[in-house]
């Protein structure tokens, strides 16, 4: 997506969109993260006229099943409907990835909607396990992007977002 620019933003600037997209049954006051405050947390946004029309958050937590402190969880990954597959979703998951490769990350990974994993698919994640069920939410896949035969220097995403 060519007309959008790319920059960190709040925890609290994420919550009107998240809640909207992905959890229109919860009030927004309910859609935070346990880990949305944590130092090294990031959420970036997408925008396009000054408008926030994507999301993404990415945060220290362990791979399910193991205690692996440097593995990162991408989580809220959210873009306006009329804005999708022109690139922005994928450009604020490079932008994540990157900043998961920056503090060490030993792994990556999501749970990805049933309607998402295309999408994951398509960036290179990796199906870990069968489908599951999130009450309210629906049918879910946990997923993972290898990061072992990559590093930021090789990414070549170009994302243009500072490191921190």
Do not use: C, K, W
């Given at each position: 997506?060519?007309?959008?620019?790319?920059?960190?933003?709040?925890?609290?600037?994420?919550?009107p969109?998240?809640?909207?997209?992905?959890?229109?049954?919860?009030?927004?006051?309910?859609?935070?993260?346990?880990?949305d405050d944590d130092d090294d947390t990031l959420?970036?946004?997408?925008?396009?006229?000054?408008?926030?029309?994507?999301?993404?958050?990415?945060?220290?937590?362990?791979?399910?099943?193991?205690?692996?402190?440097?593995?990162w969880r991408l989580r809220g990954m959210a873009t306006e409907a009329h804005l999708r597959r022109r690139g922005c979703g994928a450009k604020l998951v490079a932008g994540c990835v990157e900043h998961a490769e920056r503090h060490g990350a030993s792994r990556f990974w999501c749970t990805a909607r049933e309607s998402a994993k295309g999408f994951y698919d398509a960036l290179g994640f990796v199906t870990v396990g069968d489908r599951f069920d999130l009450p309210d939410i629906g049918p879910h896949y946990v997923m993972e992007l290898p990061l072992a035969e990559r590093g930021v220097a090789q990414s070549g995403f170009g994302t243009g977002i500072a490191p921190r």
């Open positions: 997506m060519n007309d959008a620019s790319y920059r960190r933003i709040s925890a609290a600037e994420t919550l969109l998240r809640q909207r997209i992905l959890r229109p049954h919860q009030r927004v006051e309910d859609v935070a993260f346990p880990h959420h970036l946004g997408a925008f396009v006229d000054g408008t926030l029309v994507g999301i993404a958050t990415v945060h220290r937590e362990p791979f399910p099943g193991t205690t692996d402190a440097r593995a």
